[in-house]
């Protein structure tokens, strides 16, 4: 069986340009997370996705930030413009359940650079 | 103040040593839930464990256990004999609930370098 897939694993773009991340959940599973990780910190959540509704996005910058699932399955995460902050690794996740009593299965992440 | 605190940041071991990754949490909530991921190099995120607030029993997965204590808010991760392939950042997260909805707490980890 798939895990989450995302792309790029790499990105490098300069300031108050525009990016884009893309992740596939697996198969069945309604909850997708979008979580950005800084250096040697833990996961912060973006925000959540229960199907096609955004279910959680109280931590999402939503100036610069936005997130789209439109079909209820795969999902994409905009930054526009990129700031220098921005520099972290976006990590998507899924899980079977809602009520985050479960596992949440990760993909490998997207590093952006904003030079 | 930190609701799910990882007080080791860094921790080296040489193979073979046995090692204890702390976590220490804080919660109101009567109903929760406790994990550990496990973050290697490759930077995906695995899961290790899921422990409810009213399982108190330990756990034991191969080289690998768990020590969930309510009376202390401690959920402690041993590794036994351990490898150089354990070397990974280790998170401890809670889920509690928040309002309506449910949170995930992440502590902000602890680095384990296991030395040949």
Not at chain 1, 84 to 95: E, I
Not at chain 2, 16 to 32: A, N, P, S, W
Not at chain 2, 46 to 66: A, K, P, T
Request: glycine share 6%; hydrophobic share 35%.
């Amino acid at each position: 069986e798939a895990g989450v897939v995302q792309s790029p694993r790499y990105k490098i773009i300069e300031k108050k340009q525009p990016v884009a991340f893309w992740c596939n959940p697996i198969s069945g599973h309604n909850t997708l997370y979008w979580y950005r990780q800084n250096l040697g910190q833990g996961p912060e959540l973006l925000i959540r996705y229960e199907n096609e509704e955004a279910v959680d996005d109280s931590q999402l910058p939503k100036d610069r930030f936005s997130a789209e699932r439109l079909k209820g399955v795969d999902s994409t995460l905009k930054i526009q413009p990129a700031e220098l902050g921005d520099s972290a690794v976006y990590l998507c996740a899924s899980s079977a359940d809602s009520l985050l009593n479960e596992k949440l299965f990760f993909g490998s992440g997207t590093q952006l650079s904003v030079l | 103040a930190q609701k799910v605190t990882q007080a080791q940041t860094e921790i080296s071991v040489v193979e073979k040593e046995d090692v204890t990754l702390d976590c220490v949490y804080e919660t109101r909530d009567t109903t929760y839930y406790l994990f550990w991921y496990k973050q290697p190099p490759s930077g995906e995120l695995v899961f290790l464990i899921r422990r409810n607030s009213f399982d108190e029993q330990n756990e034991i997965s191969g080289r690998y256990s768990w020590n969930f204590q309510k009376s202390t808010s401690s959920f402690n991760f041993t590794i036994t004999a351990s490898q150089v392939v354990d070397s990974a950042v280790y998170f401890c997260a809670l889920s509690e609930r928040a309002g309506n909805n449910r949170k995930l707490i992440w502590g902000l980890g602890t680095s384990l370098a296991v030395n040949p």
